[in-house]
């Protein structure tokens, strides 16, 4: 009986969340019910998820159009990737504009959720309008925002509209994808913000640090780990920038602001279906290795903060 | 019964509500700086709105012409009238919120079922390992397998809003059962053990004790689900075969097609997309609000 509660032990060790064993040890045996409680969700999401991306895989070392027909070409699919200007392009778009907006949404959000967390008036009114974004379909805003870039700007400013611009078109996507997803990560920033006890405070005043080295100091330090989470996050979310791209430059001029997305869901319409989907595996490895290195990097530097 | 879980509740909140009680006593010194700071940076969320209801007020020849930021008058509240029929606002805003109810309905259900089922046989590996199968889809964003998918919905006749309500639970999966999986850990285990010595059943106990535990995490899966189904454009967009069958958001598009001179219509179109969320939100800022912290928190 010990030798084998010291096992289960050793064997759960590893991973920290271990929820529900007090009680449990006596009783080995797993109620038939819990299967039926946990079947419905494993099966909907093998079908839904699991399948369609085995499926996609499997297409993607053929030369599949979507319909009819096809054979097996290996990994010609991958190797026309590297080459391919119009990918590329995509990619270096979509990770170049996911890099500026993480950057500007976590600045942002941290200011805002300092300044929402200080002794302020009108603080929950204030609150309240920062967190309306949140609620707002991305597509429709992208819509107002496109008339506020082609119109309004250019007539008060006397200048062309920045979405017709090659160079300043990614700028208009930076600006509305931050716009809408601040308030998410003030969110995360308010909760790290709030963990923080007011003793530490209270301590780094005694010994001179307010102002800026109270925010290098104290505070940055403190939040680190919820810049990780807005990071990670945030990056994800922007790598599938798309209807706010719809909504603003649907892809142009050109194929200036063209996303990752956008490119693979062409494999729908334009034949290369096969091909597409082989770039959406890529797509997906890109998503997994950022995410790992950013919470790698991010956590190396947090702790020498 | 609900009395005596109070203090696992209460226990996720306690830092804020801390903090809230402590204010008062302080003297409350209102920072005017940091306060007009925030007050010039909110302008940032507000002209875009203030703008959009003053675009959706204009004649069409006034809408098309200036900065769009004057205040028109007279208010031509014909404007929205034109846009409920254009866009068919009735049909699109129903299907809008059948997608959102059954999703929310659906990740509630499916997820707080898994979940539970996961904490409590977590010695067991099947259990142990569905919690990282499921918990792996939040890599696997809805451009990856979108491509299948459009062709699996359309092959078992789900490439319509039952199937993009489908698609939505499943993406939100991941999250939920994170989220149910944390808050699950902290309920002790002596109430169930007494409601089973009453001889409650399993099913019982889960629908009469766990669930209504669960209220809170209940709120914040479905603010979530709710926020991210009523808003989304990519999934119906691809998954709806039948362009009669749209929702709020997607049906936005006519006004880039057809009707593109007519800013004040598209504009008061809009204007109704985004007005049942922020109405919502406005009433129930308080109760979002600590839904969706609570999902920060975990």
């Given at each position: 009986m010990t030798a084998t509660a010291s096992r289960g032990t050793q064997r759960r060790a590893p991973s920290a969340d271990t929820p529900a064993r007090a009680g449990r040890t006596g009783k080995p045996r797993v109620e038939p019910i819990f299967y039926a409680f946990l079947?419905?969700?494993?099966?909907?999401?093998?079908?839904?998820?699991?399948?369609p991306a085995l499926i996609g895989m499997f297409y993607s070392v053929t030369d599949y159009v979507g319909f009819g027909e096809y054979d097996f070409i290996g990994f010609g699919n991958y190797a026309a990737l590297f080459t391919d200007p119009r990918i590329l392009s995509s990619y270096g778009f979509t990770m170049g504009f996911s890099l500026v907006t993480v950057i500007a949404v976590n600045a942002i959000a941290l200011a805002l959720a300092i300044g929402l967390n200080s002794k302020i008036k009108f603080k929950t009114a204030l609150?309240?309008?920062?967190?309306?974004?949140?609620?707002i379909s991305g597509i429709v805003i992208a819509y107002v925002f496109n008339y506020l870039f082609s119109n309004t700007l250019p007539t008060l400013t006397g200048t062309g509209s920045i979405l017709v611009d090659p160079n300043l078109a990614w700028l208009s996507i930076v600006i509305v994808t931050a716009w809408q997803s601040i308030p998410s990560a003030i969110i995360i920033y308010l909760a790290g913000l709030l963990a923080i006890p007011e003793e530490v405070y209270e301590a780094g005043s005694l010994d001179g640090a307010t102002g800026w080295r109270q925010f290098t100091s104290i505070t940055l330090p403190l939040v680190a780990g919820y810049v990780v989470i807005n990071t990670v996050l945030g990056f994800k979310g922007f790598l599938n920038a798309y209807e706010i791209i719809i909504g603003l430059t649907?892809?142009?001029?050109?194929?200036?602001?063209?996303s990752?997305?956008?490119t693979i869901f062409t494999g729908f319409t334009s034949g290369d279906y096969?091909?597409?989907?082989a770039n959406a595996v890529i797509f997906f490895i890109v998503t997994v290795v950022v995410s790992i290195l950013q919470l790698q990097l991010i956590r190396r530097r947090g702790v020498s903060l | 019964m609900s009395v005596a879980i109070d203090p696992a509740t209460v226990s996720a909140v306690t830092p804020e509500r801390a903090r809230r009680q402590k204010d008062p006593k302080e003297s409350y010194r209102p920072n005017w700086t940091t306060t007009i700071l925030l007050i010039l940076a909110s302008l940032t969320v507000l002209i875009p709105l203030y703008f959009a209801i003053a675009m959706s007020l204009k004649t069409a020849a006034e809408a098309a012409s200036g900065t769009g930021l004057s205040w028109p008058w007279p208010m031509q509240f014909g404007n929205f009238a034109e846009a409920w029929t254009l866009t068919d606002f009735p049909r699109a805003f129903i299907i809008s919120l059948l997608i959102s109810v059954v999703s929310v309905a659906?990740?509630?259900v499916l997820s707080s079922l898994a979940s539970y089922a996961i904490a409590r046989n977590w010695d067991h590996r099947g259990f142990r390992y569905s919690y990282f199968y499921l918990l792996a889809a939040m890599f696997i964003?809805?451009?990856v397998i979108a491509l299948p998918q459009i062709k699996l919905t359309a092959a078992v006749n789900l490439d319509n809003p039952l199937g993009v309500a489908l698609l939505h639970i499943m993406f939100q999966l991941s999250f939920s059962v994170l989220l149910y999986s944390a808050f699950l850990r902290s309920i002790p285990h002596e109430l169930e053990e007494s409601a089973r010595i009453d001889g409650a059943t399993t099913w019982q106990v889960f629908w009469k004790l766990i669930f209504p535990l669960l209220a809170p995490m209940n709120a914040t899966v479905g603010i979530f689900a709710f926020l991210a189904s009523w808003?989304?454009?990519?999934m119906p967009s691809l998954i709806t075969a039948d362009s009669r069958l749209q929702t709020l958001p997607v049906v936005q598009n006519i006004f880039q097609q057809q009707f593109n001179t007519e800013y004040n219509v598209a504009f008061a179109s809009y204007l109704m997309a985004m007005a049942p969320t922020i109405l919502v939100y406005i009433f129930a800022q308080r109760w979002v609000l600590s839904g969706v912290t609570r999902g920060a928190i975990k």
């Open positions: 079947f419905p969700a494993i099966a909907l999401f093998s079908l839904a998820i699991t399948l609150r309240g309008i920062f967190f309306i974004p949140m609620v649907n892809g142009g001029p050109g194929t200036a602001t063209f990752v997305a956008m096969a091909y597409q989907m | 659906g990740a509630i964003p809805f451009p808003n989304d454009f990519m």
